[in-house]
């Protein structure tokens, strides 16, 4: 172009640079001008103290996934036959007016002839000591490590089952604990099919426009208008009962992960749409830059944040949907241990009556439920840093 | 006006068509059906009498067709071996568990599933419209933080484990049994006006139960479309001139604000649905739901099928009345060829 017209060049001046001279920035803004946007994010999230303390919780609750064998007190297939539906026994620090550490008392049991309950009776007389890092059942670490080291273990010659125990004398605590293993990885893997999809469809829409948009338009709208359960239901009837609980698992997730995905993918269409119209893109195209390239390093990692933050809003609902599922006994099924699996057992109104303990499993479904849900509306809050 | 209803009734019933091949691919999804089953286990059990009564209503109902016949016979837009008899002309098929037409299967349960759902639609409505004007007006007070801390609750806490909780609770201290219809002393009496308020009492936990996490949701969306109007100008000039703040409110800010609430009908049948069929299986409500749930355990296919495509045309419909509503509440909708 220069040389075509080369009285129409643009003028220089010669003078060197100083970009501390035209606007001098404080040391507070310099570091806001130079954070990249995950920083900013990252800053605008902590000041979220809800969504915070909620992501706090959700790593405690993660963390807690690959050790599940080291932190429960038993292993999720003990069973216990003179201890069945066994109330909670609550630690105690003081005996007798004494501390004397953590402790819980041993408890006998009659067996009523006439309502053919067992009737169970605290011993208050006799207290008996918790221990820590210690023995109990075995396991293999991972699979490959044979060991039986518990992080707590019920006291020698005693008891310790601290949230009751179910109709095969198993330990509650010590299952939901196992269960939180896949009940929380379920999600996770649930919402990588759904993000995976979403990205698909909804790239191919804003990306390609014209008649794909409009199919996949329709499609969307047909989906979000169908009640999930019913189709969830339906799906998971369909998935044949000789499968092993692993297929299952995974039946189950991409079952979840299907109706998931539309909404995602038109914020991924509208998304693509809006930014196709940036400066920053048409600076990039006439550049010279490949669609691939644009779609990319540039418009993807600008609404990654965006999409992050609704993927999070949207794994509540998978865990839910796995829980809802599986309580109605179509979904994971014994022996794979998830929370539903164990409010399955409490379907029976009378079992609740009897034995409310059943019912702990909910605790953590709601605690998790809430947490991502506080923290997805902070991280949709901290998305966009620059507003 | 008329060109928008037709145009939306169209769009309807191509939705609902697709909506129809998708159910019936889901339910022909596991090998085998019931009858296929049915006739196996007669056969083992040498009951050769009952196993050709089986393989005669295999004939009956085609299902020894390709399935993509079947699914036509089933819409009924292809002669069966009854001539044209499907979906479309009112013939829903035969439920072989219940060994009954599926008419009479679901019967009662239909109303009821219509029932309870209206009923959550209009307690929400009742329910989060005052809640959210009083947030919105009084904007962090402690009542504003009441209400957005059960909000977030009821957002958050599945509707069956709150159906289960409640289910122990009530029955622990009041002694209240909220399961199933009415009171089982009403078991196949008459309607009288005493079992129509057992029914009507044993309707409100359900209701609310499944009402309560869209009341959440109207809430927040409600009190945030609120407080974006009564910024705007137009109402602090209203309330300069001296109106009178409830008429100031009442007449702009609210109806504005209302527009959303209504479109949101559309997203909120879905979930409503969803809820409804999880909490009537929890509290044995006889709605769709179980019998739903039982019949595909059982593949029990027209059956299935038939409550699957009943959902579908709830929310379909539900749709399309609110967004006849939204186009009769707002011209530029009508007016500006959404569609």
Known sequence: MNTALPSKRHYVDPAPFDPGAMEPIGTENESFYRASSWQLMWWKFRRHKVALAAAYILLAFYLLVPLVEVIAPYNQTTRHSDYIYAPPQSVHLMHEGRFIGPFVYPYAYTFDIETFQRLYTVDTSNPQPIRFFCRGDAYEFWGVLPTNVHLFCPPENGTMYLLGTDRLGRDLLSRIIYGARISLTIGIVGIAVSFTLGLFFGGLAGYLGGWVDHVIQRMIEILRSLPELPLWLALSAALPANWSPILIFFGITIILGLLDWPGLARAVRSKLLSLREEDFVKAAELMGASKSRIIGRHLIPNFMSHLIASATLSIPSMILGETALSFLGLGLRPPVTSWGVLLNEAQNLAAVQLYPWLLFPIIPVILVVLAFNFMGDGLRDAADPYH | ?339
């Open chain 2, 1 to 339: 006006m008329i060109r928008f209803l037709l145009r939306r009734l169209l769009t309807m019933a191509v939705t609902l068509l697709i909506i129809s091949a998708l159910v019936f691919f889901i339910i022909k999804l596991p090998p085998g059906d019931f009858l296929s089953n049915q006739i196996a286990l007669l056969r083992e059990q040498g009951d050769a009498d009952a196993a050709a009564k089986a393989e005669f209503l295999i004939r009956q109902y085609g299902l020894d067709k390709p399935a993509w016949q079947q699914y036509l016979v089933w819409l009924g837009v292809m002669p069966g071996p009854n001539g044209f008899s499907g979906l479309l002309q009112g013939d829903w098929g035969w439920s072989f568990e219940f060994d009954r037409p599926v008419f009479e299967v679901v019967g009662d349960a239909l109303w009821l599933t219509i029932l309870v759902n209206l009923g959550a639609v209009v307690f929400i409505h009742v329910v989060a419209i005052p809640i959210a004007i009083y947030s919105a007006t009084r904007q962090y007070s402690v009542g504003d933080y009441i209400a957005t801390f059960f909000g977030y609750i009821g957002l958050a806490t599945p509707s069956f484990l709150l159906a289960l909780i409640l289910l122990y609770y009530l029955n622990r201290w009041f002694g209240v049994s909220i399961g199933g219809l009415y009171d089982a002393q009403y078991a196949g009496e008459p309607w009288t006006w005493p079992k129509i308020r057992s029914l009507l009492s044993h309707l409100i936990v359900p209701t609310v139960v499944i009402g309560l996490a869209g009341t959440a949701a109207m809430i927040r969306r409600m009190r945030a479309n609120l407080l974006d109007e009564l910024g705007k100008q137009y109402y602090v000039t209203a309330k300069a001139k001296g109106l009178n703040p409830r008429k100031a409110l009442l007449k702009y800010p609210f109806r504005m604000s209302l527009n959303p609430f209504i479109a949101d009908i559309g997203n909120l049948l879905p979930h409503l649905i969803s809820g409804s069929v999880l909490v009537s299986l929890v509290l044995s409500l006889p709605t769709v739901g179980p019998i739903l749930l039982s019949a595909l355990k059982s593949q029990d296919q027209f059956l299935a099928g038939f409550i699957l495509m009943f959902v579908a045309v709830l929310t379909v419909v539900g749709m399309l009345v609110s967004d006849l509503l939204l186009a009769w509440l707002d011209p530029r909708i009508r007016m500006g060829g959404a569609g």
